[in-house]
């Protein structure tokens, strides 16, 4: 346990996920209160129990970020809780890979709906409390498709590309607030996700498919998590930080 992030209020959303519950972990043992959401309550108090039973602080507000309705409710049940919103944390995915010809429209406006909407919706909810209250940290999950694509997961990466664009443009138009935005973008993290991306990988190049022989771990991503959360990155905003152990090959 550290004080890095002592008492501030953390939402993390995706917390059922393996990179967020890493996060969770992370958050409640610098000190503060993780507000663990998902769709799936059943994990979150699994995790919520983990927590605390390590010594943390975690509390489980379900909630469906491809509703606007279900992500404004989340917000206010931990505003009229707490009083306000410290962090955001968004980590969100959608495992579906193929094919770009064989991918319908379905599956695009799943992936788009889930991953960049829902993180439009869960920052529109907290971005006025941060704003209200004079500071605030977000930090968006995206991936390194969406700087160097994947050819079987185009639609997650185009997610990613959008998630960058528009983090580095609310970083820009929130700065006067006091509320920082930045981006982790993973490289292969050890998890079913990549197991599933690496039994869709034969249509990818060569090259692509060797830089995901040495996979990082949820630690490393929760790690870099921690620190955009906490001011020890008080003067870092609209950055996005590969954690890919170098495996981008783009600049």
């Known amino acids: 346990m550290n004080e890095l992030l002592k008492d501030r209020i953390v939402w993390i959303v ?125 930090v968006n999950i995206s991936g390194r498709g969406g700087r160097q694509p994947t050819a079987t997961h185009i639609p997650g990466g185009c997610a990613s590309a959008a998630i960058n664009l528009m983090d580095k443009g609310l970083a820009d138009a929130f700065a006067p607030h006091g509320v920082r935005v930045n981006t982790i973008s993973p490289g292969p993290i050890e998890s079913d996700r990549l197991r599933e991306l690496m039994q869709s990988a034969g249509a990818m190049s060569d090259r692509s498919v060797q830089s995901y022989a040495k996979p990082g771990t949820p630690q490393d991503v929760a790690q870099a998590a921690l620190w955009l959360l906490s001011d020890l990155s008080r003067h870092v905003t609209g950055v996005i930080l590969p954690v890919d152990g170098g495996a981008t090959f783009t600049v």
């Open 14 to 138: 995706g917390a059922s996920g393996a990179i967020g519950a890493e996060i969770a972990r992370h958050v409640a043992g610098a000190g503060a209160i993780a507000i663990v959401s998902a769709r799936s309550e059943g994990r979150l108090r699994e995790l919520a129990s983990e927590i605390k039973t390590a010594g943390g602080r975690a509390e489980v507000v379900p909630c469906n970020i491809r509703s606007r309705h279900s992500v404004d409710a989340a917000a206010k049940q931990i505003i009229d809780a707490h009083g306000r919103i410290d962090g955001l944390v968004n980590s969100t995915s959608v495992s579906d890979f193929g094919p770009f010809l064989e991918i319908d429209d379905a599956v695009w406006l799943e992936v788009l709906d889930t991953k960049l909407m829902g993180y439009v919706r869960t920052m529109r909810a907290a971005l006025p409390a941060m704003s209200a209250q004079g500071g605030g940290a977000i």
